[in-house]
T-cell receptor, first 115, second 114 residues
Framework: EPEVTQTPSHQVTQMGQEVILRCVPI?????FYWYRQILGQKVEFLVS????????KSEIFDDQFSVERPDGSNFTLKIRSTKLEDSAMYFC?????????????FGPGTRLTVL | AQKITQTQPGMFVQEKEAVTLDCTYD???????LFWYKQPSSGEMIFLIY??????QNATEGRYSLNFQKARKSANLVISASQLGDSAMYFC???????????FGKGTRLSVIA
């Protein structure tokens, strides 16, 4: 069964460093998302991506964040200069269509720890 | 704006018993979808069940069923015959028509007791 994959599973970085979180969505999906979950809190939307551009972003997704689909298979989230409060689980998700009844398939997540 | 409320931070249930996890939502949209996800301690998000706002029947998937009461804006998850492996966080989420992201509730931690 096709699945969304994410690498690495756990990333530890120093405050101020750049990190790139990688995701490989399901191959025929067209809509891509990043969510984050700070430990013990709810899952929050960061950004959605379609047709090689951002379609929606939340207040969390400030200038320190960027997304890219560099090669038609990978979907990356870059944090330019990490802060302690960026420590969270980051989930990538993808869906085939963007309708209310279309399931978003989630990857296993990358746990980011900023020291 | 959409909002999901899960009022039960934690629930306990005896193995083999049924349990209901509450979810209420708020939206002004007519077309929307409601989802339940399970998050075990390993952290991944596992899709359980979906209910569309225009679906007349409650959704069911194996031991999971969704008690959808549109007028009350509630979408409670019912797990029948609980198993130890059901112990996890459960998140209710929704999205409306168009290009909108999933909005999640704060979750309910379910503990199944042997």
């Amino acid at each position: 069964e096709p699945e969304v994959t994410q690498t690495p599973s756990h990333q530890v970085t120093q405050m101020g460093q750049e990190v790139i979180l990688r995701c490989v969505p399901i191959s025929n999906h067209l809509y891509f998302y990043w969510y984050r979950q700070i430990l013990g809190q709810k899952v929050e939307f960061l950004v959605s991506f379609y047709n090689n551009e951002i379609s929606e972003k939340s207040e969390i997704f400030d200038d320190q964040f960027s997304v890219e689909r560099p090669d038609g298979s990978n979907f990356t989230l870059k944090i330019r200069s990490t802060k302690l409060e960026d420590s969270a689980m980051y989930f990538c998700a993808s869906s085939f269509r963007d309708r209310p009844n279309n399931e978003q398939f989630f990857g296993p997540g990358t746990r980011l720890t900023v020291l | 704006a959409q909002k999901i409320t899960q009022t039960q931070p934690g629930m306990f249930v005896q193995e083999k018993e049924a349990v209901t996890l509450d979810c209420t939502y708020d939206t002004s949209d007519q077309s929307y979808g409601l989802f339940w996800y399970k998050q075990p301690s390993s952290g991944e998000m596992i899709f359980l069940i979906y209910q569309g706002s225009y679906d007349e029947q409650n959704a069911t998937e194996g031991r999971y069923s969704l008690n959808f009461q549109k007028a009350r804006k509630s979408a409670n998850l019912v797990i029948s015959a609980s198993q130890l492996g059901d112990s996890a966080m459960y998140f209710c989420a929704m999205r409306s028509s168009g290009n909108t992201p999933l909005v999640f509730g704060k979750g309910t931690r379910l503990s199944v007791i042997a």
